[in-house]
């Protein structure tokens, strides 16, 4: 006999939504990663709720499943804003509900004073999906979890919709009312809706992060994945080994500007063997004093070259002066467009 079992694994997601030993008095939502590829990735999300007098649970589980393509979620003139900002999510292009069944909570008690068939009735069950068709799409099952040195950057509190690293915002508020709830409310209503918000996960696939975030209040209990999809994941790689200070070379209005300059520098010290671990980059500076984004032109590795004593020979080769700047301003690194990169 052929035996379905994503509708088991749907089944125990569900399950573990009960809370034992008593009634469910709130409702609960709860995400769970289930595997990815280089361009998807699947969610299980289950609904829990009391139904009737409240000795019955309804829980329903669905299988969601996303692309990692970057879709905008509210529009920013420049990329990098849009990067910094959280701007771009991923979409859900497929949701397939996998299990609907309700339990009667009183078989917590005690099973053997029920009537046979009142612990649980399956109202629907999705017949055509199968572990094996899912697995295939989703090879990747595990994901890399964030060290907790790497994760002390995260930044969020219970008056802010946001969750930041560093610089870069890695959920947004309007992320935050599009999954959880609140879109035609103001910021104080939705977090007194939400409650109380916790970061309970960071970690990573191949080329995403993804955030599991939990928020409860006594009558509704909702966790949920959110993906940094793949530009978005790069920055936090470039965030998280980010330098403290960088040797500058110039701070540009413009972007194409900044990388022509930096195109130039690069030219100046690719075949000198004392600078082959160095190389120059181009950073959005975020200006608090003039409100607005600068292109600083950098020299990584700024701290190797400083303890080399090798900054006066950089500054001869490059045939300009190079200013020891912060980078705490420094929030998305510029990447070259395809095909303009001056070869």
Known sequence: MKMNYILILAGLLG??????GSPIRRTTVEEQFFGSNPSGYAILRSETEPDGDGNTTRSKTWLDEYTKTPVVLYNHPKEEGRIRNGAYTSKLVSSTLLLDISYDQRSNDNVDSLPPH??????SQEAETTMSSVLLRYPTRSLTPWSPERARDLRSDDGSLFILYKCQTLVSGQAIRARMGGMNTGDAEVLQALGRRTIDNIAEDGNCVFLTITAATDQRKQTRVFCMV???TDNL??????????????RFDAKDEALRNARSLSEKIANIPEFSGSGIQVWADDSTAYSR????????????IIRQQRVSMLERLLETHLLLVPSDSFSVLIKEPPGQDGK
């Open 293 to 304: 984004t600068f292109y600083c032109v950098v020299v990584n590795h700024t701290m190797d």
């Open 118 to 123: 009142t612990a649980e009735t399956v109202h």
């Open 15 to 20: 399950a573990g939504a009960l809370e034992a």
């Open 237 to 250: 790689h470039a965030l998280s080994s980010r330098e403290s200070l960088y040797l500058s070379a110039g």
């Open 230 to 232: 793949p530009m978005l």
